[in-house]
């Protein structure tokens, strides 16, 4: 009941690790919230010889709010990594800062003992370049490609922070805790889930479908093996054990219905596959069914009909139970009706379609007024994250060539790039003698991050601090929400 729907489950939280989140959340507070009196109290009392992450830690006879926040000691050092600035504070080797684990332990050759407890300012040059040369040996390439795109600013006097790792912004919040705690392993199946969750109907019917997936539908099958049936028999056949399949398609109403809308050409594998192989081929169907009501989205609504008729039979009796064809007119009808309501649209003042407007922009490069320049940056992934470079050009008022750049930054994500293609763009422009300065560039989420202020929490907090320490140089530079 508790895994996610993608993964089979009812998508329920677990009350006790939704707790542990909680308590989680008293931690981070604990870590971050140095002036707040009730966090002065605690560290003094319990931890003022510890530092940073070590200050949270089971203590015999401590007070209750302790023992209680002390409990999401382990999913703390989980969630938490180290956030570079000047690269004083963080041990390369021993801390959390770029992976998940400590570099050393996914170290390929042996640590020299003068480095073990070096700190990342000791692998990087005063220019704030990776000395690649003292690790090269000792890391995985794809983990070196890695440390290639971190930004340490050896010229700040801010010290590296913590932040959490588990979410993009480095912001703790409960739910991705939470979501820390239940990390699942990839479900075969997960397709499968999706295309249910997702399909065109009510919830009702989809919900039913989950249960018929999972064979916990009470057929009098079922029930008779949970001893609350007095026999495993269906009420409307008399004689033949009432399965999923046997409710389904098999009882002469579902059989008759079946017969007369799935295409001829298909009837064979439609009424010989067997019941997990049956169910998915046609929820995977993208096909047209009756009344142009996509299959999938008509297989669902009919089986759950059928359903519905057999618990009339059983519980109401055969009285109340249409014949063959009035359950089918009656399906068909309200599958019709559900298709269209579902594609209806929105009159609701103030509502939201359920489908994104695309939007296409012509993209054409503008001449910059007389005198000025105008720098194009850009920056990708193959993947996100994945292998990452930058490249730009700085053009005149008539459209002639200045100067540009390309480069290679290691493993990154396509904001990381963009963000790094700025950077270098920005830094070329100045060595180029261009004060007056127009930058464009295609990622609009760049430049939100470059002009929002951002929590140093931030994993990109320190390349985005030596962006705006350029940006504030003698010179005008124009950016796309800061004329």
Same mark, same amino acid.
């Given at each position: 009941?508790?895994?996610?729907?993608?993964?089979?489950?009812?998508?329920?939280?677990?009350?006790?690790? $939704?707790?542990?989140?909680?308590?989680?959340?008293?931690?981070?507070?604990?870590?971050?919230?140095?002036?707040?009196?009730?966090?002065?109290?605690?560290?003094?009392?319990?931890?003022?010889?510890?530092?940073?992450?070590?200050?949270?830690?089971?203590?015999?006879?401590?007070?209750?709010?302790?023992?209680?926040?002390?409990?999401?000691?382990?999913?703390?050092?989980?969630?938490?990594?180290?956030?570079?600035?000047?690269?004083?504070?963080?041990?390369?080797?021993?801390?959390?800062?770029?992976?998940?684990?400590?570099?050393?332990?996914?170290?390929?050759?042996?640590?020299?003992?003068?480095?073990?407890?070096?700190?990342?300012?000791?692998?990087?040059?005063?220019?704030?370049?990776?000395?690649?040369?003292?690790?090269?040996? =000792?890391?995985?390439?794809?983990?070196?490609?890695?440390?290639?795109?971190? #930004?340490?600013? /050896?010229?700040?006097?801010?010290?590296?922070?913590?932040?959490?790792?588990?979410?993009?912004?480095?912001?703790?919040?409960?739910?991705? #805790?939470?979501?820390?705690?239940?990390?699942?392993?990839?479900?075969?199946?997960?397709?499968?889930?999706?295309?249910?969750?997702?399909?065109?109907?009510?919830?009702?019917?989809?919900?039913?479908?989950?249960?018929?997936? =999972?064979?916990?539908?009470?057929?009098?099958?079922?029930?008779?093996?949970?001893?609350? +049936?007095?026999?495993?028999?269906?009420?409307?056949?008399?004689?033949?054990?009432?399965?999923?399949?046997?409710?389904?398609?098999?009882?002469?109403?579902?059989?008759?219905?079946?017969?007369? @809308?799935?295409?001829?050409?298909?009837?064979?594998?439609?009424?010989? #596959?067997?019941?997990?192989?049956? &169910?998915?081929?046609?929820?995977?169907?993208?096909?047209?069914?009756?009344?142009?009501?996509?299959? +999938?989205?008509?297989?669902?609504? #009919?089986?759950?009909?059928?359903?519905?008729?057999?618990?009339? +039979?059983?519980?109401?009796?055969?009285?109340?139970?249409?014949?063959?064809?009035?359950?089918?007119?009656?399906?068909?009808?309200?599958?019709?009706?559900?298709?269209? $309501?579902? @594609?209806?649209?929105?009159?609701?003042? !103030?509502?939201?379609?359920? /489908?994104?407007?695309?939007?296409?922009?012509?993209?054409?490069?503008?001449?910059?007024?007389?005198?000025?320049?105008?720098?194009?940056?850009?920056?990708?992934?193959?993947?996100?994250?994945?292998?990452?470079?930058?490249?730009?050009?700085?053009?005149?008022?008539?459209?002639?060539?200045?100067?540009?750049?390309? !480069?290679?930054?290691?493993?990154?994500?396509?904001?990381?790039?963009? =963000?790094? +293609?700025?950077?270098?763009?920005?830094?070329? $422009?100045?060595?180029?003698?261009?004060?007056?300065?127009?930058?464009?560039?295609?990622?609009? &989420?760049?430049?939100?991050?470059?002009?929002?202020?951002?929590?140093?929490?931030?994993?990109?907090?320190?390349?985005?601090?030596?962006?705006?320490?350029?940006?504030?140089?003698?010179?005008?530079?124009?950016?796309?929400?800061?004329?």
């Amino acid at each position: 009941m508790i895994l996610p729907r993608r993964q089979g489950g009812a998508g329920l939280r677990s009350i006790r690790q $939704a707790n542990l989140a909680m308590l989680a959340k008293g931690g981070w507070r604990l870590l971050k919230e140095t002036d707040s009196l009730w966090c002065r109290v605690l560290r003094d009392k319990y931890s003022r010889d510890q530092r940073d992450l070590g200050i949270i830690r089971p203590i015999q006879g401590s007070s209750f709010t302790w023992r209680t926040i002390s409990k999401a000691d382990d999913l703390l050092h989980r969630g938490c990594a180290w956030n570079i600035k000047n690269g004083r504070r963080t041990k390369f080797w021993s801390d959390v800062w770029i992976l998940q684990v400590p570099l050393k332990d996914v170290a390929v050759g042996q640590i020299p003992g003068e480095m073990e407890d070096a700190v990342v300012a000791d692998f990087v040059t005063q220019e704030g370049a990776w000395r690649t040369d003292l690790y090269s040996d =000792l890391l995985p390439q794809e983990v070196q490609m890695k440390i290639l795109s971190t #930004a340490v600013d /050896t010229i700040s006097t801010e010290n590296d922070t913590i932040f959490w790792n588990a979410a993009s912004d480095g912001r703790f919040s409960a739910k991705t #805790a939470y979501n820390l705690l239940n990390q699942h392993d990839a479900d075969p199946d997960e397709k499968y889930w999706k295309i249910i969750w997702s399909l065109p109907v009510p919830e009702r019917v989809r919900s039913f479908l989950w249960l018929t997936c =999972l064979g916990r539908i009470a057929t009098n099958q079922l029930r008779f093996c949970r001893k609350s +049936a007095p026999n495993p028999d269906c009420v409307r056949c008399l004689g033949q054990p009432e399965s999923i399949l046997h409710a389904l398609w098999d009882c002469p109403p579902a059989l008759f219905f079946w017969r007369r @809308h799935v295409p001829t050409a298909k009837q064979h594998s439609f009424f010989s #596959a067997e019941q997990r192989d049956w &169910l998915r081929e046609n929820l995977s169907n993208s096909e047209a069914g009756p009344s142009g009501i996509p299959w +999938a989205a008509f297989f669902g609504v #009919a089986t759950w009909c059928l359903w519905k008729s057999r618990c009339e +039979a059983c519980f109401k009796g055969l009285a109340a139970v249409l014949s063959p064809p009035s359950l089918a007119h009656s399906i068909i009808a309200k599958a019709k009706l559900w298709h269209e $309501a579902w @594609h209806a649209p929105m009159v609701l003042p !103030g509502s939201r379609s359920r /489908t994104a407007t695309r939007v296409v922009q012509n993209v054409g490069w503008k001449p910059p007024p007389q005198g000025w320049y105008t720098l194009n940056v850009d920056g990708a992934s193959c993947g996100n994250p994945g292998p990452a470079g930058t490249g730009g050009c700085i053009r005149d008022s008539s459209g002639r060539w200045v100067s540009g750049f390309v !480069g290679n930054i290691g493993t990154a994500s396509a904001a990381l790039a963009e =963000l790094w +293609a700025v950077f270098h763009g920005l830094e070329v $422009a100045w060595n180029t003698g261009c004060r007056t300065l127009k930058m464009e560039s295609g990622s609009r &989420l760049a430049i939100e991050l470059i002009n929002n202020r951002l929590d140093q929490v931030h994993p990109y907090s320190t390349l985005l601090s030596a962006i705006r320490r350029k940006l504030s140089q003698d010179w005008l530079v124009s950016i796309p929400g800061r004329e």
